[in-house]
T-cell receptor
Framework: DQQVKQNSPSLSVQEGRISILNCDYTNSMFDYFLWYKKYPAEGPTFLISISSIKDKNEDGRFTVFLNKSAKHLSLHIVPSQPGDSAVYFCAARDPYNFNKFYFGSGTKLNVKP | NAGVTQTPKFQVLKTGQSMTLQCAQDMNHEYMSWYRQDPGMGLRLIHYSVGAGITDQGEVPNGYNVSRSTTEDFPLRLLSAAPSQTSVYFC?????????????FGPGTRLTVL
């Protein structure tokens, strides 16, 4: 059973608006969460992360929110740009092995001009 | 700095054939791993290594072998390919230090087993 879930396979947003990508996890012991972005025919690239001691982390247009009680994190992109169109994966670190990560199935974001 | 490189980019095998997917990194990272990506499944960990000479199994290790003789290289071997191994394979590396580290991924190898 997947420990990290992204229940929305796709999301379509107008340029300039906010994109919200969601991720749920099952293991309350996860202590570090990451978002990766993937373009077609390329490997995933790191976007932003958050440790479990925080509930928010910002980097430019990207903000990740963590709700530990709900075991939920979200990625906000404001404003969305056509170049943001990609597949976004969330990942959680194994609490007993800091080099091991569990990935969600990804959400394909399409930002329309 | 080439980062993480993978060869080949594409490969077609027949059932029962063997092959090795190559992965190399030039960042002196201790930790390396192999993932497979399948539709609707995300990235699943196959095998990983925390340093030269040390490897361990991930979530889906069956049908795959690895070894790590140098820090730079981490090849993935399929001894007898099966159609269920049709997938996109990604190699990744990270510093392996305590604290908060992200992984750096290669461009992937798309494998089809007929």
């Amino acid at each position: 059973d997947q420990q990290v879930k992204q229940n929305s396979p796709s999301l379509s947003v107008q340029e300039g608006r906010i994109s919200i990508l969601n991720c749920d996890y099952t293991n309350s012991m996860f202590d570090y969460f990451l978002w990766y972005k993937k373009y077609p025919a390329e490997g995933p690239t790191f976007l932003i992360s958050i440790s479990s001691i925080k509930d928010k982390n910002e980097d430019g247009r990207f903000t990740v929110f963590l709700n530990k009680s709900a075991k939920h994190l979200s990625l906000h992109i404001v404003p969305s740009q056509p170049g943001d169109s990609a597949v976004y994966f969330c990942a959680a670190r194994d609490p007993y092995n800091f080099n091991k990560f569990y990935f969600g199935s990804g959400t394909k974001l399409n930002v329309k001009p | 700095n080439a980062g993480v490189t993978q060869t080949p980019k594409f490969q077609v095998l027949k059932t029962g054939q063997s092959m090795t997917l190559q992965c190399a990194q030039d960042m002196n990272h201790e930790y390396m791993s192999w993932y497979r990506q399948d539709p609707g499944m995300g990235l699943r960990l196959i095998h990983y290594s925390v340093g030269a000479g040390i490897t361990d199994q991930g979530e889906v290790p069956n049908g795959y072998n690895v070894s790590r003789s140098t820090t730079e290289d981490f090849p993935l071997r399929l001894l007898s390919a099966a159609p269920s191994q049709t997938s996109v394979y990604f190699c990744a590396s990270s510093p392996g230090l305590a604290g908060y580290n992200e992984q750096f991924f290669g461009p992937g190898t798309r494998l089809t087993v007929l």
